[in-house]
C-alpha cells in the first residue's frame, strides 16, 4: 500500500473536510439529478452547483491491482479533488502477453477486448472511482501515437501516447495521412463501433463526468496533414462523434479535449448567435455583469502590448530595462520587445493546428468547453526580456487562460483547463514531448546538446507558477482545472507491464534464525513519469489541496 506522509495527509484531509463543509449554491431542486448536467455556464449536480479541481491519471486501468487503484483515488481523494481525467482507450496491434490492452486494431480489422485486463479493468476503475467520490473524465483516443524513433527501455503504455490512437487507425487501415482519421468511413465506423461499447457501459453510472472525444485533436500529429484538412474537418468530426454517444447515452456530459486553439477568421460550422439580453436583476452586492465577447486577434495583441509596456516600466524603475534597439538622438527606439510585436496573433490563433475550438465548443451535444497548457510542448506568447524566462511562461499562460475563459463565455458554457504542466529541472531527465518518445533531457543524450544542461524551471518557480495560474482560472470563472500529471509510489510491479519492477521495500530476506525460510521482498514501482509527475512533491500537492478550497467557495 501507499499513503501520503502523514503531515501531508493530515492537512490533505483537513482540506477536504473543509471543502466538503463549504455549502453549494443551489440550484433549481426540479434539476436536480446524480448526473453533473450543466446550466447556464456552470455545472451542477444533485440540485447544486460544482466546481473542481482535478488531476489526469491517464494509466489508471493499467495498474496491476485493485488495491492499489483504490489507494491511488484514495490520496487524490484526500485532497479535496473531485475529477480524474484518464484515457478510456488502449489500442494494440498485436495482443500483448501482459499488462491492459482495449482494443486490438490489425490489418484493416478491429476487436474490442472486453475481460478482465480489457474493458473491466476500466469498469474497477469507475466502480472505485465511486466509492471515493470522485467523477471521471474518459478520454476515447489521443491525437499522439509516435512509432518508436530508437529502442526504448520504457515498459508498454509508459508514456501518455504509447496507447494506440487515431494514427494507429490510419496505420492499420492502410493509409497515410492523420487526418484520414477524422474522413475515412472505415476508420470511422470503426471508431463509433468502440465508443458504443465503451458509453454503452456506463449510461447509468453517476461517476462518469464526460465523455472527452479525444485528447487534442489535430490535423496533423506523426503522422502529416493532407492539403484538405481544415478548423471545419474536425469541428464536424467532433459534431458526428458528439451526436453519435449522445443517441446512446442521454445522460452524461460530452467534451472535446482539444488544446483550445482559436481562429476568429476562420470559418464557422457553428456560428454565435447573440443571446437574449438577461432579464434578471444581479444580486445584492453583486456587479452587472457585461456580455462577454468572442476573441479577436486584435484584442489578443492589444493585451500582449499592454503586458510589456507594463512590464518595461517595472523593469525601467528598476534600473534593469533591457534596451537593445537603435538609439537615435539620444533615446532607444525599435527595441527587441517592439520587433516581437508582429501584425499576427501565430498559430494559437490562425487554425493552422485545424483547431477552432470555440466553434467546437458551440456544438450544441458538446457540453462544455476544453483547454490544455505545456508551454513546455507550445509558445503560449513572446517572450518578454524585461522578465525572467520562466516568469514570460508565467504571464503567456494566464493570459491564455483569460483568454479561453471569454471565449466559453462567449458560447455560454462551462470551461475547463483539462491539463496543465510545466517541467521542472528535477524531472527534466524524464520529460519526453507528446509527438515523441525520446527524452531530450535524459543522461545519454546530453552529449549531444550540453546546451540544455538545467533545462526547467525551479521547484519553487514551478510552485509560483501554478499558483498563479490557479488563481487566475478561479478568478476568471473556469469551473473546473486539472492538473497534469498526479505521481504514485508504492505500486505493485510486476515484470512485462506498466509498472515494472524498479525498488523494493520490506523486511530483509536474510533468517531470523537457522531453518527459517527468507521473508521474500515485496517489489514495488512508481507511476509512469513523462516529465510531469508530481510524485513525492508535497508542495504541488499543497497547492492543489488549497485551490480545491478556493474554487468550491467561488
Known amino acids: 500500500m501507499n499513503f501520503l506522509p502523514w503531515g501531508t495527509l493530515f492537512f490533505s484531509i483537513l482540506w477536504a473536510s473543509v471543502v466538503s463543509a463549504i455549502p453549494s449554491r443551489t440550484i433549481d431542486t426540479r434539476a436536480s439529478s446524480p448526473f453533473v448536467s450543466t446550466s447556464g455556464s456552470g455545472f451542477v449536480v444533485n440540485g447544486s452547483s460544482l466546481k473542481y479541481i482535478g488531476t489526469n491519471v491517464y494509466w489508471l486501468p493499467t495498474l496491476n491491482t485493485n488495491e492499489d487503484i483504490r489507494n491511488t483515488l484514495a490520496n487524490i481523494s484526500a485532497l479535496g479533488i473531485k475529477v480524474v481525467r484518464l484515457w478510456a482507450f488502449n489500442d494494440v496491434d498485436t495482443v500483448p502477453v501482459n499488462g491492459t490492452w482495449l482494443q486490438l486494431i490489425q490489418n484493416g480489422t478491429v476487436s474490442v477486448n472486453n475481460g478482465p485486463n480489457g474493458l473491466q479493468k476500466l469498469d474497477t476503475v469507475i466502480q472505485l472511482a465511486e466509492e471515493q467520490g470522485l467523477y471521471v473524465i474518459l478520454s476515447l483516443t489521443n491525437n499522439w501515437d509516435p512509432v518508436p524513433l530508437s529502442n ?14 487515431m494514427d494507429t487507425y490510419v496505420r492499420q ?25 465503451v458509453v454503452s457501459r456506463y449510461v447509468n453510472s453517476p461517476s462518469v463526468f464526460s465523455y472527452e472525444l479525444a485528447n487534442d485533436a489535430r490535423c496533423n500529429s506523426t503522422l502529416p496533414a493532407s492539403a484538405t484538412c481544415t478548423t471545419e474537418t474536425i469541428t464536424a468530426w467532433h459534431a458526428t462523434v458528439a451526436a453519435h454517444i449522445r443517441s446512446i447515452d442521454p445522460n452524461h ?23 437574449a439580453p438577461p432579464v434578471t436583476s444581479p444580486a445584492p452586492g453583486k456587479k452587472k455583469r457585461s456580455q462577454a465577447k468572442p476573441v479577436t486577434k486584435k484584442q489578443i495583441l492589444r493585451e500582449q502590448s499592454e503586458r510589456r509596456r507594463r512590464n518595461r516600466e517595472v523593469a525601467k524603475r528598476a534600473g534593469t530595462l533591457v534596451e537593445d534597439g537603435v538609439r537615435v538622438r539620444g533615446r532607444w527606439v525599435s527595441t527587441a520587445t517592439k520587433r516581437q510585436q508582429s501584425s499576427t496573433s501565430g498559430s494559437l490563433y490562425d487554425g493552422s493546428y485545424g483547431v477552432d475550438s470555440q466553434d467546437i ?14 508551454p513546455d510542448q507550445q509558445s503560449y506568447g513572446p517572450d518578454d526580456p524585461n522578465v525572467p524566462s520562466w ?18 463565455a462567449a458560447v455560454g458554457k462551462p470551461a475547463v483547463l483539462t491539463a496543465f ?24 543524450n546530453l552529449a549531444k546538446r550540453q546546451s540544455t544542461l538545467g533545462y526547467g524551471v525551479t521547484d519553487q518557480q514551478q510552485a509560483t507558477t501554478y499558483t498563479t495560474w490557479l488563481d487566475t482560472g478561479i478568478a476568471s470563472g473556469l469551473n473546473g482545472i486539472v492538473q497534469y ?12 507491464t506498466t509498472i515494472s519492477p524498479s525498488t523494493t521495500t520490506g523486511e530483509s530476506p536474510t533468517p531470523s534464525s537457522p531453518g527459517e525460510t527468507p521473508t521474500p521482498e515485496q517489489t514495488t514501482g512508481e507511476s509512469p513519469n513523462d516529465g510531469y509527475a508530481i510524485t513525492g512533491s508535497n508542495t504541488v500537492q499543497q497547492i492543489l489541496g488549497n485551490s480545491a478550497q478556493s474554487i468550491a467557495a467561488d
Open 485 to 496: 500529471q498526479w505521481g504514485q509510489s508504492g505500486l505493485t510491479a510486476e515484470p512485462g
Open 253 to 275: 456530459l460530452i467534451s472535446s479535449g482539444v488544446g483550445g486553439y482559436l481562429c476568429p477568421d476562420c470559418p464557422k460550422l457553428y456560428p454565435l448567435t447573440a443571446p
Open 173 to 197: 487501415f492502410g493509409l497515410q495521412t492523420h487526418d484520414e482519421f477524422y474522413t475515412n468511413p472505415s476508420i470511422l465506423t470503426s471508431f463509433l463501433n468502440y465508443t458504443t461499447q
Open 361 to 374: 465548443s458551440n456544438i450544441p451535444d458538446i457540453g462544455f468547453s476544453s483547454f490544455q497548457l505545456f
Open 152 to 165: 526504448t527501455t520504457r515498459p508498454r503504455n509508459y508514456l501518455s501516447n504509447n496507447y494506440g490512437g
Open 421 to 444: 504542466g510545466l517541467v521542472t529541472q528535477a524531472n527534466a531527465p524524464d520529460f519526453v514531448p507528446f509527438n515523441s518518445t525520446v527524452a531530450p533531457f535524459a543522461s545519454e
Open 391 to 408: 516568469q514570460s511562461i508565467e504571464q503567456n499562460g494566464a493570459q491564455w487562460i483569460t483568454t479561453q475563459a471569454q471565449s466559453a
